[in-house]
């Protein structure tokens, strides 16, 4: 009923291959601008490209940095390969809610709102949530947009609950999250409306999270763990898909997007309760409300589209030991969000047929997951998942013990 775009996988991107320039690529003009300064000492030979077809991105690609760059004809090559996309033929649905969640960072805040307050206009709206602050900091960087941005503060602390207080307070018919370390494409909101145009019966739209830079170890390690770059196909998300894009399907993380980058009819998040509130970041699972609200959402009959050409920058990872931490954190996350689907009856039998593909999808070298790691892949990050995902099978229900104390102590 809802066949798959295609099934291609993004660039390859190692630590062993060295840092690339990160930009992007105008192929009817040939114009490329890269994002950040590279370090003279670094010599990339390679960059990472965002090629954009008439503003629309159209996919990513790594390509041999030239003297003369000679982006151009390479450009216009891969504009005739570029996936289909019923999006770009209609006009944007609309008006939007976008959503900022953030605490206690006021300078990521401060050079990334402008971005969006200049996107936004008068039609949608934009609305900070201040989670759990510890100072007015936040507050004094909203102010000085006026009442271009709404603030409110969320008091307990959790990435759930804060998009939950942003999802209570938007007052348009879509509601679209992200990171306060993001810088969205000038096409960002026009594309997430024109694929809620094209495809009515979806209820939640998932955007393409790419890195802003690709210098240092840690950036690239992060993308040979994973990372967030895929193909670049508009693809359709329903039970009925025939065929499945996985064995895994509908329990498949990032094949559905990441919590950074998503919007969802309102009425539809509201009707399944939000975020759940024992998952994200702030809470002992530390991730998976994204997967989980992904997973529920297709459970219950609805359709989700993963649209790459709705994108965004995301600040990266630089240091070892911001990335050991962050893998961490993904596999406790996952683990978490794993936990509470074998503990409902509507989930358990599902999750448990596919149990055994996913434990080699996790733990075998060979699978989709792990294949295109080099085989200098730190085993420290291996571990670092491995342990995050220990971790998480039990932080579930321990963060629903908490979140329940919370609400006791909410409700007087």
């Known amino acids: 009923m809802y066949p798959t775009a295609c099934d291609g996988r993004g660039p390859t991107l190692t630590a062993d291959q060295g840092p690339l320039v990160v930009g992007t690529l105008d192929v009817e003009t040939g114009r490329f601008d890269q994002r950040e300064a590279t370090e003279p000492s670094q010599r990339p030979t390679r960059a990472f490209i965002l090629l954009r077809s008439n503003g629309w991105p159209i996919g990513v690609d790594v390509l041999p940095l030239t003297g003369d760059r000679g982006f151009e004809e390479i450009g216009r090559q891969l504009v005739a390969e570029s996936a289909p996309s019923p999006a770009r033929a209609v006009a944007p649905a609309g008006p939007i809610s976008v959503v900022v969640c953030t605490r206690n960072r006021a300078a990521l805040l401060r050079r990334n ?214 893998i961490e954190a993904y596999g406790c996350g996952l683990a978490a969000a794993f936990a509470k689907f074998l503990s409902q009856r509507s989930t358990m039998g599902a999750v448990l047929r596919r149990l055994p593909v996913g434990v080699r999808t996790a733990l075998s070298d060979n699978s989709a997951k792990n294949n295109r790691r080099s085989h200098s892949y730190p085993a420290e990050l291996r571990r670092a998942e491995l342990r995050g995902m220990g971790m998480g099978l039990f932080a579930y229900h321990k963060s629903r013990r908490h979140q329940r104390e919370i609400e006791k102590v909410r409700n007087g």
């Open 113 to 326: 709102l402008p971005h969006l307050v200049g996107m936004v206009g008068a039609q949608n709206e934009l609305i900070v949530v201040d989670n759990a602050p510890r100072d007015d900091s936040t507050a004094a960087v909203v102010a000085d947009f006026g009442d271009r941005v709404r603030h409110i503060v969320e008091p307990t602390p959790g990435l759930a609950r804060a998009r939950n207080c942003g999802l209570d307070a938007a007052a348009h018919p879509y509601v679209l999250f992200t990171d306060d370390d993001i810088e969205p494409e000038p096409s960002w909101l026009d594309v997430i409306g024109a694929t809620f145009a094209a495809h009515p019966g979806a209820v939640c739209v998932s955007g393409a999270v790419l890195p802003m830079s690709l210098s240092t170890p840690a950036e690239l390690r992060f993308q040979e763990f994973g990372g967030y770059v895929a193909d670049f196909c508009e693809t359709a998300y329903h039970l009925t898909m025939n065929p499945s894009p996985s064995e895994l399907f509908p329990f498949q993380p990032r094949l559905l997007g990441t919590g950074a980058n998503m919007a969802f009819r309102a009425e539809a998040l509201r009707s399944i309760g939000g975020f759940d509130t024992a998952l994200g970041a702030g809470t002992a699972a530390r991730g998976g409300e994204d997967i989980d609200v992904a997973v529920r959402l297709l459970m219950g009959g609805h359709l989700i589209v993963r649209q790459p050409a709705a994108v965004v920058w995301h600040a990266s990872l630089t240091t070892d030991e911001e990335l050991l931490a962050q």
